[in-house]
């Protein structure tokens, strides 16, 4: 049989970004990731509806103040973590690092008020159903933030080394992507940990 | 309203024969060796924990989960053989309980998902013209998970300590109050770890199919079985999280203590059934749907024409995936919820006939007129429509509550998953099995082994099942190990027992005749079957990188143009010392950029043993998680770690 030339990729980048399938992968860890946010969430808002009184009598609902103050920290991380991206694709190294380091700051500032804060809770996991959720949740959501930390510190350690530049700068949009994950996800949790008591 | 094929004439393509826009490629003999040496796979056995080829981990998922099969099925048999007379003492009712909860959930978690998703990795990326997965590693990786995970899960019945909970593994009878012992804590884990792997998948599936289509090959012109493919994977991504995250709270319940299943608590049992059901029901659709593909792929096939109602066929696999997630209540109308509620699951599980009967009928409409080739596979599709029809329509009675709740936890409900199960999935994989067989091994199957395998098991199957739907209507229940003489269920069951030592027989003559024809099978010729699609387009078995070009496609038939046309566009300009391939975009396929795909190594199996550290030791000692969390971590970066030269292009 004979062939013809169709179509010719040999001037096609090898540099891609968002149209890079490992992009379009870590949408996919998100949406899994997201779902099983969404099966926490709805497991704690059912024993929460089912519940005669929620949380257990003598206990208040758990306090605001950290939780929101690290809503804060989180939201402003992805900012940071935004600057960054930014900075490498002007071609500035030190810019990239400064906000990668920036960002992993305000990430650690994050686990240091959670673990404060979780310690300080009044009841255990094997208490109730209550402490168990709070527990679970709040663990899950303690080891993706380290899991981001962890890993953009790999890639602040690339950045050091020099791997990035304007072009070959795909580690970086897709660690941002599921930072931006990680960052987001205490809303749908914060919401309904915090919130969920009080307006019910 | 038969779709046409699109491509053009002869004579419209002869007039182009006068431009000289299109001078002819020749094979560079030297340029195919270097691509040869570029996407071969590492020998020997350290080279077996290495390779990242697409074909060679979906081939090594379809073997695994056909040696499942066998496995779960032998428990099948000795459950039969204690059932054929009443009062039979020939299983205790420990280890029947043993073998009716390993043979479900090897069935579904070892055998079903797996083997499906093992032909999708295998034909896939074949069939949309790729040289592999968009993520090779991390397909290697999905399978040691699933090794590992199912590995460990079987042994478990050989040392005795199998869960005995059922396949769902409803609480509180899964919790530790019923269930001591590490059974149900290698469940939890387990399915858990298992399902870790279909996820890695089913992200792969999508993200190869919609960025990695060859050139030209829009979402319109998509075989059906990639469809179906794409469907399932969708279905995982938003279905299997659910289990993960029902059994990680049992098993924190069964270790630490939390309160998520317990009543005194604050916990509610109900909860299990729905997060579970959430999953379990999908499931049996995700098991179906790249079944139903496959139903496609060889009717158009074997009738030589292109398939009737492409788009309503689509439609409708894309339908079932969607309604598939709305039905879940239906495993639970026993358990009194607002009747409401009740109706809404009872509608909805009646309206998933819908989809499914356009299909039906659209493969009807391709078939009518044709000349039909009655080959094994087509056979298999023949069967398949009687069984998983006659599944149907149990489906819309159990649909129904009134009738649900007589029939609930009885016999008919066993006829009746698997009528839909084996005459739904097993049976299309059997024919595809003997449809893409050439594309693993280069060989054919034994047609005349064939033949008999078809016969033996279609009769067997309705012999063993069919008796089953009187048993129920008479009130046997199921997940008994044995019943009273007086019943009067002993015939029945004797003729299900023979029914099933006949469908074992018809199992195994494909089993032999698949590894004796490694050996023995006739050499296959190009595109044995004449089929349409782009896996064929190819050697049998196909050289490491899949196509020597990435073609160029026009139609929904690409095969069949080139055969017509006696030409064929292709495109140029991947390199072939390193693996290249053409990202393209993801509704019209037009080309974006080029991918260059990792090569093989040794790191995704280490990621799998890190995390096998992980889900095994925390049955031990909680110390684990952080241990496996950070042995993860190193594994992942010496997995992604960039080696030098950096690449400069």
């Avoid at chain 2, 199919?209 to 469809?227: D, E």
């Avoid at chain 2, 009747?339 to 819908?354: E, R």
């Avoid at chain 2, 489906?395 to 129904?400: D, F, L």
Wanted: glycine share 8%; proline share 6%.
């Amino acid at each position: 049989m004979r062939q013809f030339a169709g179509t010719d990729v040999s001037g096609l980048t090898r540099f891609a970004k968002q149209t890079h399938p490992l992009y379009a992968g870590i949408i996919g860890l998100i949406a899994i990731e997201l779902t099983v946010v969404a099966m926490l969430v709805v497991s704690y808002s059912y024993l929460m509806l089912t519940a005669p009184e929620w949380p257990p009598a003598g206990l208040a609902p758990a306090p605001l103040l950290w939780p929101s103050v690290n809503l804060g920290l989180l939201l402003t991380s992805m900012v940071t973590m935004r600057w960054a991206g930014n900075r490498i694709t002007a071609g500035d190294r030190r810019g990239l690092i400064l906000g990668l380091l920036a960002s992993v700051s305000l990430h650690a500032l994050v686990l240091v008020f959670r673990a404060l804060e979780m310690a300080a809770y009044e009841f255990r996991w094997d208490d109730h159903a209550y402490g168990s959720l709070m527990w679970t949740i709040s663990g899950f959501h303690f080891t993706h933030v380290a899991s981001a930390i962890v890993g953009t510190l790999v890639v602040a350690i690339l950045a050091v080394k020099g791997y990035f530049t304007p072009e070959r700068q795909l580690g970086v949009v897709v660690d941002t992507l599921y930072w931006n994950f990680v960052s987001a996800a205490w809303i749908p949790f914060y919401l309904a940990l915090y919130w969920g008591p009080r307006l019910i | 309203m038969e779709e046409r094929r699109e491509a053009p004439t002869r004579e419209r393509r002869s007039e182009e024969h006068q431009e000289p826009l299109h001078p002819a490629i020749e094979d560079d003999a030297e340029e195919t060796r270097r691509l040869t040496e570029t996407w071969a796979a590492p020998t020997g056995f350290v080279g077996w924990f290495m390779p990242v080829n697409q074909r060679i981990i979906g081939r090594r998922f379809i073997v695994t989960a056909f040696v499942y099969f066998v496995l779960a099925g032998l428990l099948g048999i000795a459950m039969r053989l204690q059932l054929a007379a009443p009062e039979n003492d020939l299983l205790a009712p420990e280890i029947y309980n043993q073998f009716f909860t390993v043979h479900g959930t090897a069935m579904m978690f070892l055998f079903a998902i797996p083997v499906l998703e093992g032909f999708a990795l295998f034909v896939v990326p074949m069939m949309i013209g790729t040289r592999d997965m968009a993520f090779p590693r991390l397909n290697a990786f999905g399978y040691y998970v699933y090794l590992i995970g199912s590995g460990v899960f079987f042994l478990m019945l050989l040392v005795g300590m199998a869960p005995k909970a059922g396949w769902f593994n409803y609480v509180p009878l899964s919790g530790k109050l019923y269930e001591p012992g590490l059974g149900v804590d290698i469940w939890t884990t387990m399915i858990t770890f298992i399902e870790v792997s279909a996820l890695t998948a089913a992200v792969e599936l999508i993200v190869t199919i919609l960025k990695l289509r060859a050139p030209g090959m829009t979402l319109n012109r998509m075989p059906v079985f990639v469809w179906a493919s794409l469907v399932m994977a969708f279905m995982i991504v938003f279905a299997m999280p659910a289990i993960i995250v029902a059994s990680s709270l049992l098993i924190l319940d069964r270790l630490v203590g939390t309160g998520f299943f317990v009543p005194e608590m604050g916990g509610d049992p109900l909860l299990w059934q729905h997060l579970f059901w959430f999953f379990g029901h999908p499931e049996v659709y995700i098991i179906l749907v790249p079944a139903l593909g496959m139903v496609s792929t060889i009717i158009t096939t074997f009738c030589q024409r292109a398939l009737f109602g492409y788009t309503a066929i689509v439609m409708s696999i894309v339908a079932t995936g969607f309604v598939s997630f709305g039905l879940w209540v239906h495993h639970m109308f026993a358990t009194g919820l607002p009747h409401l509620g009740m109706s809404f699951f009872m509608a909805a599980s009646a309206l998933i006939a819908i989809p499914n009967g356009i299909q039906v009928f659209c493969w009807i409409a391709t078939m009518w007129g044709s000349r039909m080739r009655l080959a094994t596979p087509m056979l298999y599709v023949l069967g398949f429509f009687w069984v998983f029809v006659m599944g149907g329509l149990t489906g819309v009675m159990v649909a129904s509550i009134p009738f649900d709740l007589q029939v609930h936890d009885t016999y008919f409900l066993v006829a009746h998953f698997h009528y839909v199960l084996i005459g739904g999935s097993v049976m299309p994989v059997i024919g595809a099995l003997y449809y893409w067989y050439p594309q693993m091994t280069g060989r054919m199957m034994s047609e005349t082994a064939g033949k008999i395998s078809f016969g033996l098991v279609f009769v067997g199957f309705n012999v063993t099942f069919f008796p089953m739907h009187q048993l129920g209507l008479e009130g046997m229940p199921r997940r008994v190990y044995t019943y009273l003489e007086e019943t009067g269920w002993g015939e029945l069951n004797l003729v299900a027992t023979i029914g099933s030592v006949v469908l074992a027989a018809g199992f195994a003559t494909t089993m032999v005749n698949a590894l004796a024809s490694l050996r023995w099978g006739e050499t296959a010729r190009r595109n044995p079957w004449g089929a349409e699609t782009l896996e064929w387009a190819t050697e049998s078995p196909p050289p490491p990188y899949n196509q020597r070009h990435i073609p160029v496609v026009k139609s929904r038939e690409p095969v069949w143009d080139w055969r017509e046309e006696d030409e064929r566009p292709v495109v140029v300009g991947l390199r072939s010392d390193r693996r290249e391939v053409v990202v393209t975009s993801m509704l019209d396929a037009e080309p974006q950029a080029v991918q260059v795909l990792p090569g093989p190594t040794i790191w995704p199996f280490l990621s799998a043993l890190a995390a096998t550290v992980g889900f095994i030791g925390i049955l031990f000692h909680p110390v684990f998680f952080v241990v496996s969390f950070f042995l993860a971590f190193f594994s992942f970066v010496g997995w992604f770690w960039p080696r030098r030269p950096w690449q400069e292009d």
